[in-house]
């Protein structure tokens, strides 16, 4: 704690022996030394409590941002929720007109490319099968009735191709459609039908309107 005057004992035994009191050597502060400290100290309280306050106002600020953030973040929340819910109706009901719309195009197509490509299509699965068999000693195919003058030249110059000539038999059944085939080799067999695959795409496409599932 600061002093505000010091005591000089041999003036004050001095005076009460009867000396000038003009002589007294006592150091007193002066009016100006008095009201310098006095604002001193006021500035000293004043940045006390303004940095009290500050602390007070910014800690107040601190708690209001982090409420608006959290009123923010659930207003976002349920905004999006509410986009993403209404973008399922909408996917739903697009995927089901894109269904619809395939289903329809399947329907009108299929019959075309089972009556202009079986034959073709067949002849794909064979040359796919003739070049998986190799090495074995025997290929034998089998195809429709219908199938037989128009694919045997081309089945067999595929397999002239492959070296395998030599190897493969044609066969013809009469309960084969068009584009239809049976393979057989010494490690295994492929059977395929082309109408058969036509089929099984309506049946799926029509199975998932029916249910309202993705096929």
């Given at each position: 704690?600061?002093?505000?005057?010091?005591?000089?004992?041999?003036?004050?035994?001095?005076?009460?022996?009867?000396?000038?009191?003009?002589?007294?050597?006592?150091?007193?502060?002066?009016?100006?030394?008095?009201?310098?400290?006095?604002?001193?100290?006021?500035?000293?309280?004043?940045?006390?409590?303004?940095?009290?306050?500050?602390?007070?106002?910014?800690?107040?600020?601190?708690?209001d941002a982090e409420q608006n953030q959290n009123q923010t973040l659930t207003t976002i929340?349920?905004?999006?929720?509410?986009?993403?819910?209404?973008?399922?109706?909408?996917?739903?009901?697009?995927?089901?007109?894109?269904?619809?719309?395939?289903?329809?195009?399947?329907?009108?197509?299929?019959?075309?490319?089972?009556?202009?490509?079986?034959?073709?299509?067949?002849?794909?699965?064979?040359?796919k099968t003739m070049q998986m068999a190799l090495g074995s000693p025997y290929i034998n195919?089998?195809?429709?009735?219908?199938?037989?003058?128009?694919?045997?030249?081309?089945?067999?110059?595929?397999?002239?191709?492959?070296?395998?000539?030599?190897?493969?038999?044609?066969?013809?059944?009469?309960t084969l459609a068009d584009g239809a085939t049976h393979i057989e080799w010494k490690n295994?067999?492929?059977?395929?039908?082309?109408?058969?695959?036509?089929?099984?795409?309506?049946?799926?496409?029509?199975?998932?309107?029916?249910?309202?599932?993705?096929?």
């Amino acid at each position: 704690m600061a002093l505000i005057f010091r005591r000089n004992f041999d003036d004050e035994l001095a005076r009460e022996m009867g000396a000038d009191i003009s002589t007294c050597t006592c150091s007193h502060p002066s009016l100006e030394e008095i009201e310098a400290r006095i604002d001193a100290a006021k500035l000293e309280a004043y940045q006390a409590g303004l940095e009290k306050g500050h602390s007070k106002a910014l800690e107040e600020f601190h708690q209001d941002a982090e409420q608006n953030q959290n009123q923010t973040l659930t207003t976002i929340k349920d905004h999006l929720g509410n986009l993403f819910e209404k973008s399922d109706v909408h996917s739903a009901a697009l995927e089901a007109q894109v269904l619809d719309f395939g289903l329809s195009v399947c329907e009108q197509v299929f019959p075309y490319l089972v009556h202009n490509q079986s034959h073709e299509r067949a002849l794909t699965q064979i040359k796919k099968t003739m070049q998986m068999a190799l090495g074995s000693p025997y290929i034998n195919i089998t195809i429709s009735e219908t199938a037989m003058a128009p694919l045997r030249p081309l089945i067999e110059h595929a397999a002239n191709d492959l070296g395998i000539k030599d190897h493969i038999k044609l066969l013809s059944d009469t309960t084969l459609a068009d584009g239809a085939t049976h393979i057989e080799w010494k490690n295994g067999f492929m059977e395929y039908s082309f109408e058969t695959v036509c089929e099984r795409i309506l049946t799926a496409l029509k199975a998932a309107q029916k249910t309202n599932l993705n096929p």
